[in-house]
């Protein structure tokens, strides 16, 4: 027997109809009864039939009729036509209208089980079907936007491997998204309940990385005023996303390779011995076995951490994403912004498809919110799009972007603090619905450093004019991040569309060169 | 037991019932489609004539009383082409089988019931 599924009955012959329903009910399956053409369109809307058997000869219309209106409606179900008439005509009839097959009057329980099972695993090959296509087409995979053959294959291998606690190292050029693909490995994954953290090994000083990672207790050092859970203890039962994992000093991969090995570790200051459960995922921009060979990374941690390789794509090997991302970011700043815009022209289209993006889509993001900060219309055109963009294909300088005026907000691909970001599950007390907060204080210090260290060449301690020293703070803040605007707007704790308005008048002002 | 072998297959299909209740329901679709048939005979009204010959030819194949069920056809395919013609003979001729079908209806479940169970021991 097959399994239970929903049939719909339509007939309007009491007789058949109750036969239909005691043979049916007698399989396992689960009955409605309808008697027009017109019910049976209703409860296939809201009962959602696995299959139909239905006679064509109704009250209100007959039920090839009802097959094209089941068929314009998009309701997916094997319909088989009860018919008195065993002519191939009727047969082919009903086949070319949409039935799956046919039975004839009288059929006795074991005809019926067979024409039934059979039509039920043709619908279910056609779900498969329709799903795999689904997959190989889709243009949206958690928090990505793009349809391109290469990021079809790196979706594929992101829900390939979700489910499986395997080690996942994504590679991939800066502002390619390698914390969305984090992310979506830890949301399609069974520890989507659970949180997901992420740490930024590159933003956190080298004497402060032990204690993120692995926490502190009152007493460790000097400012550890209480104790501290650490990343890994935030990510048990989830996932620790390591990003820029090669910046790791190598004292913290010997500590991070027992801590792998073993799932335990000792929070800084303490000896007692903590176990947690959790799924890693890394991520680095670099060549992972050139580092290797440069002896930057250890050999053994490499093996431990890079099981299942998840490479992204550069925006330049996208093809036609440029223009669905660009039209995506469009729509979300015109809303926050509140500016008309509805679209690009074709010229302006064809310039965002020419460039080469070296800064990925981060770039793409900034160059977006930077013509709706500036500009307001219906189409965005041409000349509303940065010169740095406008250059022929090829002539990708990166450097240029900031100094004309580089800006986002919100979600920027690895928008990570400099350090743990957790990412809690819906619902957990204390937490928004997938809220995403610092976890240490870590942001502040990053700033600092960014600051007193920048190349701007003067101490932080200097007196210079306010404005100049709000010049530099921003500058020095777009320099740590990379040129991310909504990065370096949340360590100053301002709006980026102020970074972007002092860029532009900056540059309006010839203090900055023009780009 | 005339032409309802079918039954005898359903009396293999359903449990003794739903047998009863499939072959009740037939018989008050019989009743009520006769009538259907007699007014609209009464009537002249020759789509209704059709429409209750083919509900009730519907409801003869269902249960395999297939010489009800090829009259009520007969009748459908003449009714449509001569509206005023002989709907009263055919009429009678339908009730007449109809009357036979159910009759032998009656002596297949008196002669199921005396059988033991499905699955009962002998």
Known sequence: MTAPARVLVVED????AQLARALLVGLGHEVELVESAGAALAAARDWRPDAILLDIELPDYNGFELMQRLHAEGIETSVIVVTANASINAAVEAMRAGAVDFIVKPYAKARLAVTLANALEKRALAVQLASVKARLDRDRFFGFIGGSAPMQAAYRTIESVAASKASVFI???????????AEAVHRASPRAGRNFVALNCGAIPRDL??????????????????????????????TLFLDEIGEMPLEMQVKLLRFVQTGSYSPVGSSRVERVDVRFVCATNRDP??????????????????????????????GEDVLMIA???????????????????????????????????????????????????????????????????GDGEWVAMPAAAVVSAGAAPEAAAPSARVLRPAGEAGAGSGA???????????????VSSGADGEGATAVVPLAVMERRLILAALRQTNQDVPRAAALLEINPSTVYRKLQSWRAGGLLPNG | M?????????????SAEDLRLVLTVFRTDVQRLSGALGEAARAADPAGFRRAAHGLAGAAGAVGAGLLEQACRRVMAQGGLAPDARMEEMLAEIEAVARDALGDLDAFLARHAALPPRGAAP
């Open chain 1, 13 to 16: 012959t009491p007789t058949q």
């Open chain 1, 171 to 181: 590679t991939g050029e800066s502002g390619t998204g390698k914390e969305l693909a």
């Open chain 1, 209 to 238: 990385l032990e204690s993120e990672v692995f926490g502190h207790v009152r007493g460790a050092f000097t400012g550890a005023s209480a104790d501290r859970e650490g990343a890994a203890r935030l990510a048990d039962g989830g």
């Open chain 1, 289 to 318: 076995m050139l580092e290797v060979q440069a002896g930057r990374f250890r050999e053994d941690l490499y093996y431990r951490l890079y099981v299942v390789p998840v490479e992204l794509p550069p925006l330049r090997a996208r």
């Open chain 1, 327 to 393: 039209r995506h970011f469009l729509t979300q700043f015109a809303r926050e912004e509140k500016r008309g815009f509805q679209g690009y022209s074709a010229a302006a289209e064809q310039a965002l498809a020419a460039y080469s993006w070296p800064g990925n889509v981060r770039q793409l993001q900034n160059v977006v919110r930077n013509i709706v900060v500036l500009h307001d219309g219906e189409r965005v055109e041409l000349d509303m799009i940065p010169r740095a963009v406008r250059r022929p294909a």
């Open chain 1, 436 to 450: 995403i907060s610092g976890a240490s204080s870590g942001v502040s210090s990053g700033v600092s450093s960014g």
């Open chain 2, 2 to 14: 005339g032409d309802l072998g079918f039954a005898a297959q359903l009396a293999e299909d359903l």
